[in-house]
């Protein structure tokens, strides 16, 4: 990516998000998983379904997805690749947020509600991303769309708690 270019036509930065990552957990704990043939299976339907989804998302851009189980709850990392047109770095298109920012600012008026609209954009294009992953995935197997929304807790409580579990 060397010679890629901005959308402006300026040299990319050394320090561009070219790559892009992220996370998909399962509801069930490993040693849950392990001792049940019904999670085994559900299990292995979310990998499917979690993997179509991405490649939906990103079907050009998604370079590599991995299967984690060295910690409490199965979780998916997966990571994209910006694509390079006419040499340019659609740095954009990984983030689902930035991808509707920039779609935004195409169609916004200029002036001072402008940043207002790009940073709606944002939040809306991240919210739909959740959403569409609800929908396509989790619906599918049952699972609930939140948790059980107990109240925060400071991070040292969660320590305070797992140390007390092992």
């Known amino acids: 990516m060397r010679e890629g270019r901005s959308k402006s036509g300026r040299k990319l930065r050394t320090d561009s998000s070219i790559l892009g990552g992220g996370v998909a957990s399962f509801p069930h704990t490993v040693e849950e998983v392990s001792k049940d043939r019904q999670l ?5 339907e979310w990998i499917v379904l979690s993997i179509s989804f991405l490649k939906k998302q990103w079907p050009t851009e998604l370079r590599s997805i991995v299967l984690h189980t060295d910690e409490p709850y199965l979780h998916l990392h997966f990571y994209t690749l910006a694509p ?6 659609m740095t954009d298109e990984l983030h689902p947020g930035k991808r509707a920012s920039y779609e935004a600012r195409q169609n916004a008026a200029e002036g001072a509600i402008l940043m207002k609209v790009l940073r709606d ?3 809306k294009g991240l919210r739909d991303f959740q959403h569409d992953y609800y929908v396509e995935v989790s619906a599918p197997l049952g699972h609930a769309r939140y948790g059980d929304l107990q109240p925060r807790i400071p991070f040292s409580q969660v320590q305070a708690v797992r140390a007390q579990e092992r």
């Open 40 to 44: 085994q299976e559900e299990l292995r």
């Open 121 to 123: 954009a944002y939040i």
């Open 84 to 89: 390079m047109q006419d040499g340019v770095v």
